[in-house]
Every structure is written in structure tokens, then in C-alpha cells.
């Protein structure tokens, strides 16, 4: 087996990676990460994953490179990181009592053979109605600011939620392990 890489400098993704039980190594890629003019949410992600992957490959000639990319969608709006609490409590706000969709997309890059396999894996939360005065109290006790939606679903953000649909919930941290293991296993890697 080649050995495994993981485009990103994320604690979600590294501490998901690893509930895989496979080693591997990080090292963050360097892309530019901006929205383009017209580009759906869907191909953004995609395209950012796979840039992510692909951007190492020179540095990483002998390996299965993984690339994530996750924004999360309240009707046509992409929600990004927040970064400050004004934000996170103005994206809150605007999700109280509606759906919001995470998009993750996930792409593994063989740097050895040229082979990117690439996908999207979506997942919905349905989020609860919330006042201001529990959005910041939960910004307080959180501080979700690096998270896309202003919300640890692998925390107390899953008090907000009313009820969450989806194929595979590790997508709503931000990479896809049902997915991730499909395509690890189209280049021969055995799990478990």
C-alpha cells in the first residue's frame, strides 16, 4: 500500500482519519481557496478538494494524497467560517428554525499512477428555532469560529439541531469516511 497522506492542517480531519486505524501522515496545502465567479457550492468543493490533493503531489510522489473541502448552504448562501463571534451570532441567527447543508468534498489523488478519484457527499441539518440568548451562550461555552455554519457538530452544537439526515455523518465534520473508504479501497487498501 502507498502510503497515506492527508492534505490539511484541520484537527477534525486528522482525528477522523484516524478512527481508520491506517497510518499517515499531514502536511497542509497552499491553494487558493476563494469562491469563483458563478460556481455552484457543489463544484467548489469538489474543485478545492482535489486542488488540495493534487497540490502536494510534487512533494509526495509515492502516495494516496486525501483532499477535503466543506461549506455549509442556508438556501442559496454559502455559509463559510465565521471567525468572530459577530458573525458566528449572524450565521445562527439566519439558520434558527431552518435547514442548513453541508457539502464535503472528498477527493483521493494517487500521486504515484496520476489517479484523482472525486466526490460530494451531502448532509443536512435541520436546526432548531434559537433566540439570541441561547446562540450566545452556546458561542461562549464553543467558540466555533473555525467551523463552517458557526457549529461543532462533534460538540454541544448538537444541541442546536432538531434532527440531521444524511449517508454519512462523518461528512458533517468534514471528510467523508464511508466515502473516503470506498475510494481507498478502489486502489487497494484493506480496511480493516
Known amino acids: 500500500m502507498l502510503p497515506l497522506l492527508l492534505a490539511s492542517s484541520s484537527r477534525y480531519r486528522r482525528e477522523l482519519l484516524e478512527r481508520l486505524r491506517l497510518p499517515f501522515v499531514c502536511a497542509s496545502p497552499d491553494i487558493d481557496e476563494r469562491h469563483r465567479p458563478q460556481e455552484s457550492a457543489t463544484a467548489l468543493v469538489k474543485r478545492l478538494a482535489q486542488e488540495k490533493a493534487t497540490a502536494l503531489a ?51 489523488y494517487n500521486s504515484q499512477s496520476g489517479h484523482c478519484q472525486v466526490d460530494c457527499v451531502p448532509f443536512t441539518v435541520h436546526m432548531r428555532e434559537l433566540d439570541h440568548a441561547r446562540i450566545a451562550h452556546y458561542l461562549r461555552a464553543e467558540q466555533p469560529y473555525d467551523c463552517a455554519g458557526s457549529f461543532k457538530a462533534e460538540g454541544l452544537g448538537v444541541s442546536l439541531f432538531r434532527s440531521t439526515e444524511g449517508p454519512d455523518a462523518t461528512s458533517l465534520v468534514g471528510l467523508p469516511l464511508i466515502r473516503l473508504v470506498d475510494m481507498l479501497m478502489v486502489e487497494g487498501v484493506e480496511i480493516p
Open 58 to 108: 510534487a512533494h509526495y510522489p509515492d502516495h494516496l494524497i486525501i483532499g477535503s473541502d466543506q461549506v455549509a448552504v442556508l438556501g442559496e448562501q454559502i455559509l463559510g467560517k465565521p471567525h468572530t463571534f459577530e458573525r458566528a451570532l449572524q450565521q445562527l441567527s439566519d439558520s434558527s428554525g431552518k435547514s442548513v447543508s453541508f457539502l464535503t468534498g472528498i477527493a483521493l
